[in-house]
């Protein structure tokens, strides 16, 4: 892509001026944050002109366009990204260089936007990167939150949660246009009137407004020239709360009511699976959604569009059930605005939307009481009853004489409390309904929506998650990068699939020792940043183990803990047992709410300081848990990974994203028959995969015939040991009490069957132990990993979208 600033001088010219006349410093006087935003609106001001360009060209085009709803997006940092897009950070880093200031510096200024809880918001992000790259016309539609997930801290090994004020500072990425707010109306009651055509129609009288107002970001594809665009929306209070300052004359009850407004998008909710029922989450998700339909159809649709085109013109991704409400909120739109017939409208309203479901946790999917609902969303609530009304009835001619399978596809659940079911809401309604890898939408298929699926049997598909190879391994290992490039040429990170050509390389000394020394010098780099950071200090020379997700019973961290709790007891028993040193990594943030998950980060902690404090260990074992795993966190963890820790139940993770991200840097992963697992391991063949544990049939049969727990503590001696010690107080100073709820839980019900799992598991990493020694063969696995993780690009998963759901294609540059 030609660029006009891809020469050093020029470059530099344009920077100092930034800093200039865009900070009003010169540069002797500049803090770390102007250098940062003058570089951030030198690389802004380049991709400038090719977004106006793409946004002109999309709607000239008359392209269907994909809209992305989410209520995540989990960014990480912008200026690399936005650098590596456009070509220029060589150029930028020599004229940081020229100038004697620090690249380093000026990129950690950077706090990254973390408008997300994790695997979901994440995809979200590569998504939207993806779509940019293949050129396709799409917009994501989402919340600005003004903090976005706590950051973690430690106290005496517990999580503490701060704000996370991203804004403190400013963002130079968004561009705010408070002229463009929509109006989304809340609460209040309907009524009925006659149209002047006589029909008798639907209003409804809403109670109070907020205004929602948008902020735009760029988002640039790779080396394509083309730069899409994602939309935040941000709550502001109207001139009606304004009003209120005059009319009862109560200035104090007025900046309250301004606040209650501006609340909505304060604040992300940190739970990543249990959705709590709150009516101001219910508040987020309807002020997004009607925010961003209104916009796309009168600001990207244009004034006169005919909603009747809408399916020609566009497919509305539900990015899981948070922006449900988006379909009652386009049939009020198309009956209650665009006076279109109910049966008309629904017929729209099928062919617009798309599901993908990302879990399989019955806890996890979302259901509103309708008491709720009705008050907030009042006609919303009637339509969804209509709707279901409607499908009801469909159903009772299919199945006449099954009236219990038709009352329990009902979209409205009747126990504990009458409540709307979004993810049947979204099946009724969705043209297609995708899970996220192999496994996972079988489950959906055969499990969580088998009648739904028996019913619409064409309805169901799978699209097997993806990552970014421009941010995960361009950006975070660009050691690994430049080794690639070398060996098999440019163009492999928008074509990732060409990393096979490495295949021929796994056998090549040379080339086996340049990989060698990169995760070195990867191990190095994060022991540097760790040590600054936390003031943890890594050995080197060991076997880097890495566990990173979010912390929950299902994902098993604690099976993991009962692992390294084994290989000390070991030690202790042995102090002369040859065993390959490692450094166990953790990074995982818990919701606020969830109890035992902050009770296991207690204990992870607990656990490694008094493996720090033994001197049997010796150097061998070592646990780090640096705190607030992020984004930015990971693109230096990932690339230092030897080992990719991925031991859910099987049947539990719907795909997983980390475990690709730690293949295509060369970990190789230990995992059970779960989520993409089970597609890696097809991928890297099973001599490169240490798999263990149940499968999900296995797992099925278990519960069926009433698991217990306590038989396989009673007879296995060293899960007796481990257990017993952490039961016993050895990890919190002779106090039985502080981690009994633990041991507890997995003693007498053990929901996620970890001990079941154990002694597989156990085997597995001593195999592990077993095959790090031969350095050689050790690495020749990893490098097939890195060749055959190609299918794991968020590229191909797009491509997936289109041809399975979205039946959109690419507009190219004219
Ligand atoms: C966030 C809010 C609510 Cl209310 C519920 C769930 C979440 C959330 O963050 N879910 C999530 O991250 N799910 C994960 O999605 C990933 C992407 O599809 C999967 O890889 C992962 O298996 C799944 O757990």
Redesign the pocket.
């Given at each position: 892509m030609p660029s006009d600033l891809d020469d050093v001088e020029r470059f530099t010219e344009e920077f100092l001026k930034r800093l200039q006349f865009g900070q009003g410093v010169a540069l002797p006087r500049a803090t770390k944050n102007d250098l940062y935003y003058a570089l951030a609106r030198t690389v802004r001001q380049q991709l400038m002109a090719r977004w106006l360009e793409t946004v002109q060209r999309q709607m000239q085009a008359k392209a269907k366009v994909v809209v992305y709803l989410s209520a995540?997006y989990l960014l990480g940092r912008q200026l690399d990204n936005a650098l590596l897009a456009s070509g220029l950070t060589d150029t930028a880093e020599a004229a940081i260089d020229g100038l004697g200031l620090d690249m380093q510096t000026i990129r950690d200024t950077e706090v990254e936007p973390g408008l997300g809880?994790?695997?979901?918001?994440r995809?979200a992000a590569c998504f939207i990167d993806s779509l940019a790259t293949l050129r396709i016309p799409a917009i994501g539609y989402g919340i600005r939150y003004e903090y976005g997930i706590f950051r973690q801290t430690f106290e005496d090994g517990h999580q503490v949660e701060q704000p996370d004020s991203w804004l403190t500072l400013g963002s130079p990425w968004e561009f705010p246009h408070p002229e463009m707010g929509v109006k989304v109306p809340f609460a209040g009651h309907t009524e009925k009137y006659l149209g002047e055509d006589g029909r008798e129609r639907t209003r409804w009288v809403n109670d109070w407004e907020v205004i929602g107002v948008p902020y735009n970001y760029m988002v640039p594809g790779y080396r394509t020239g083309n730069v899409n665009t994602l939309r935040l929306w941000s709550a502001r209070a109207t001139q009606a709360f304004d009003l209120h300052v005059f009319n009862n004359g109560d200035y104090l009850q007025a900046v309250r009511s301004q606040a209650f407004a501006e609340n909505i998008s304060k604040v992300l909710y940190p739970?990543?699976?249990t959705?709590q029922g709150k009516e101001l989450r219910l508040q987020q998700q309807y002020f997004f959604v009607a925010c961003s339909l209104r916009d796309f159809l009168t600001n990207v649709m244009g004034p006169g569009f005919d909603p009747r085109k809408l399916p020609e013109r566009v497919i509305f991704q539900l990015n899981?059930t948070?922006p449900v409400i988006a379909i009652p909120e386009l049939m009020r739109i198309l009956v209650d605005e665009k006076d279109i017939p109910w049966d008309e409208a629904l017929d729209i309203c099928r062919q617009c939307f798309a599901y993908t479901c990302?879990?399989l946790l019955p806890e996890?999917l979302?259901v509103w009481p309708v008491e709720l609902l009705g008050r907030l969303l009042p006609r919303h609530l009637e339509i969804i009853f209509r709707i279901n009304d409607d499908f009801l009835a469909e159903l009772r001619e299919a199945y006449p004489d099954d009236e219990l399978r038709v009352r329990s596809m009902s979209i409205i659940q009747e126990h504990p409390e009458r409540a709307v079911r979004m993810a049947y809401l979204a099946t009724v309604v969705g043209a297609k309904v995708n899970g996220?890898a192999e496994l996972h939408s079988q489950l959906l298929r055969d499990k969580v929506l088998s009648d739904f699926s028996a019913y619409w049997p064409d309805k169901f598909t799978n699209v097997t998650?993806g990552i970014t190879p421009r941010r995960f391994i361009g950006l975070a290992n660009p050691a690994l990068t430049e080794l690639i490039t070398d060996t098999i040429g440019d163009g492999w990170l928008r074509d990732l699939g060409r990393l096979v050509e490495l295949e021929p390389h796994a056998d090549d000394p040379a080339f086996l020792d340049a990989f060698a020394a990169i995760k070195v010098g990867n191990r190095k780099r994060l022991a540097g940043l760790l040590e600054r950071r936390d003031g943890i200090v890594l050995p080197q020379d060991a076997m880097y183990d890495v566990m990173v997700k979010r912390l929950h019973e299902y994902k098993r961290q604690t099976l993991k803990l009962l692992h390294i709790v084994t290989l000390y007891q070991r030690l202790q028993e042995n102090p002369d047992l040859d065993i390959v040193p490692r450094v166990f990594l953790f990074g995982a943030k818990a919701a606020p709410g969830y109890w035992i998950a902050k009770q296991t980060i207690a204990l992870i902690n607990a656990v490694g300081r008094v493996i720090d404090n033994d001197p049997i260990v010796a150097g061998r074992l070592k646990v780090a848990f640096p705190a607030n795993y992020n984004v930015t966190l990971a693109e230096t963890l990932i690339p230092a990974a030897d080992l990719s820790e991925q031991i859910s139940l099987a049947g539990k993770?719907?795909?997983?994203?980390g475990n690709m991200k730690l293949a295509l840097n060369g970990a190789l992963t230990i995992g059970t028959l779960d989520?993409a697992n089970v597609e890696i391991l097809q991928a890297v063949g099973e001599e490169n995969f240490f798999l263990f544990g149940l499968t999900e049939p296995q797992v099925h049969a278990i519960y069926e015939s009433g698991y217990q727990p306590r038989e396989y503590f009673q007879n296995n001696p060293e899960l007796r040991k481990a257990l017993g010690a952490i039961a016993s107080g050895a990890f919190s100073d002779g106090n039985r009490e502080a981690f009994a709820p633990i041991v507890d839980s997995l003693l007498h019900e053990d929901r996620f069957l970890a001990l079941a799992d154990y002694q597989s598991y156990i085997e597995a990493q001593d195999r592990v132990d077993l095959a790090y020694r031969d350095t050689r063969a050790w690495n020749r696995s990893a490098v097939l990993n890195v060749a055959r993780s190609g299918f794991f690009s968020s590229d191909r998963s797009i491509q997936d979208y289109l041809d399975r759901i979205w039946n959109a294609s690419p507009v190219d540059a004219s």
């Open positions: 995540e809880n994790g695997g979901l918001g995809l739970e990543d699976s959705p899981d948070h990302h879990t996890a979302e996220v998650n993770e719907a795909s997983g994203t989520g």
